[in-house]
């Protein structure tokens, strides 16, 4: 796979499409495992999650439902300077075992914000699964139960993943060169 250009930016082949399907059904299968006999309610954060909350979903043999949402932020006046509302969370939570999924965990800014307020409603469980973590980016640290990649602390486009607006549909993940 060749270097591509992104808007101004050159990015190089970082995951081949066939690494991340492989980590997901990892994933998949884990959270078959872990959640049998149960019903968990998926919580995919929009926009960039769409492909791997699709994949994962497809992988799943136990009764699973899943939601979408988009987290807006607004000016607030919190320690990391930002606030969050959950727009589309329209589903009662209490007693529910939810599990997040995320795009990538980066600072760790937009699930510090966006847990506690999933813990108001009183689900029975929590727990996140995310497709990529950069640890060393981490500014508030999460735990991530199910991970598919941990990664150097560079920007990456694709499998949902954006620069700015761009980049989305591609099947690999690419790395800024
Ligand atoms: P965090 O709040 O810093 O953990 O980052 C959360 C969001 O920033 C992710 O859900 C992504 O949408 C976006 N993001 C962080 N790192 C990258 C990257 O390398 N490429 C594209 N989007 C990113
Ligand atoms: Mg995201």
């Known amino acids: 796979m060749p270097v591509i250009n992104v808007h101004d930016k050159k990015f190089s082949p970082f995951l081949s499409e066939q690494e991340i399907q492989q980590q997901i059904k990892k994933i998949a299968a884990a959270i078959n495992e872990d959640y049998a006999g149960m019903r968990p309610m998926f919580i995919a954060i929009l926009n960039g999650s769409f492909m791997f909350a699709a994949d994962l979903f497809k992988y799943l043999t136990i009764d699973a439902e899943i939601c979408f949402i988009k987290l807006a932020s607004y000016k607030g006046t919190t320690s990391s300077g930002q606030m969050f509302t959950a727009i589309g969370l329209d589903v009662d939570l209490i007693g529910k075992d939810v ?71 591609l099947r690999e993940i690419y790395q800024l060169v």
């Open 99 to 169: 599990i997040i999924i995320e795009d990538i965990v980066d600072t760790g800014r937009t699930l510090n914000e966006f847990l506690p307020k999933l813990m108001h409603q009183q689900p029975a469980s929590l727990k996140i699964a995310a497709l990529l973590h950069k640890p060393d980016a981490v500014k508030f640290p999460i735990r991530v139960d199910y991970l598919g990649f941990s990664i150097p602390n560079k920007f990456v486009v694709g499998y949902g993943l954006d620069y700015d607006g761009l980049g989305r549909n």
